[in-house]
């Protein structure tokens, strides 16, 4: 049964460090990999698709990379601005297709 | 697009009654999935569908919830009858199919009383 787990739980920084966040999962036979954004009260964005077959994905101050083999992904934030502030979830979509597996997610706060 | 639509945003009943979700998906999507939301446990999938027809509903906790979605712009998701314990953010996503990007509605705010 594929598990994910992010850590750390909680992260507070103050503005402009540049941070990672990271994510495991136990099965490595996924189809993607895909990072959220959740801010209180609202639904979820996604942020980055990585494929399975990628390695990593950009998207502006964003940065996700993806170890199939070892079970790992990273999100990388360059720069941390208060409006980053917000829980991040990691989800993998298994090879039976659309079923996304999320982590329990990390809860960024980034201080001015 | 107005993006993935659910009503209502919140709901407060009382045990035993008939709750009823609703959720538009994005115009042109052909998967949309149920998710529910606790601090305890997560999000976790209930049910998705692939052209309407329902793929997966292992994640239905049980025989109280029902899922329909009876054409591609329109689904359901009905608990009959409600517990205190189906209290949780319940969110529907779409996409264009089963493993492309997912987008997520507002989510419905379920208490059970």
């Known amino acids: 049964k594929q598990e994910v787990t992010q850590i750390p739980a909680a992260l507070s920084v103050p503005e402009g460090e540049n941070l990672v966040l990271n994510c495991s999962f136990t099965d490595s036979a996924i189809y993607n990999l895909q990072w959220f954004r959740q801010d209180p009260g609202k639904g979820l964005t996604s942020l980055l698709l990585i494929q399975s077959s990628q390695r990593e994905q950009t998207s502006g101050r964003l940065n996700a990379s993806l170890d199939k083999s070892s079970g790992r992904s990273t999100l990388y934030i360059a720069a941390s601005q208060p409006g980053d502030s917000a829980t991040y979830l990691c989800?993998?979509?298994?090879?039976?297709?659309?079923?996304?597996?999320f982590g329990q997610g990390t809860e960024l706060s980034v201080k001015p | 697009d107005a993006g993935v639509i659910q009503s209502p945003r919140h709901e407060v009943t009382e045990m035993g009654q008939e709750v009823t979700l609703r959720c538009k998906p994005i115009s042109g999507h052909n998967s949309l999935f149920w998710y529910r939301q606790t601090m305890m446990r997560g999000l976790e999938l209930l049910i998705y569908?692939?052209?309407?027809?329902?793929?997966?509903d292992s994640g239905m906790p049980e025989d109280r919830f029902s899922a329909k979605m009876p054409n591609a712009s329109f689904s359901t998701l009905k608990i009959q009858p409600s517990e205190p314990r189906d209290s949780a953010v319940y969110f529907c996503a779409s996409s264009l199919e089963g493993t492309a990007k997912a987008f997520f509605g507002q989510g419905t705010r379920l208490t059970v009383v």
């Open positions: 569908f692939n052209n309407n027809v329902p793929i997966d």
């Open positions: 989800a993998v979509n298994d090879n039976q297709g659309g079923k996304l597996i």
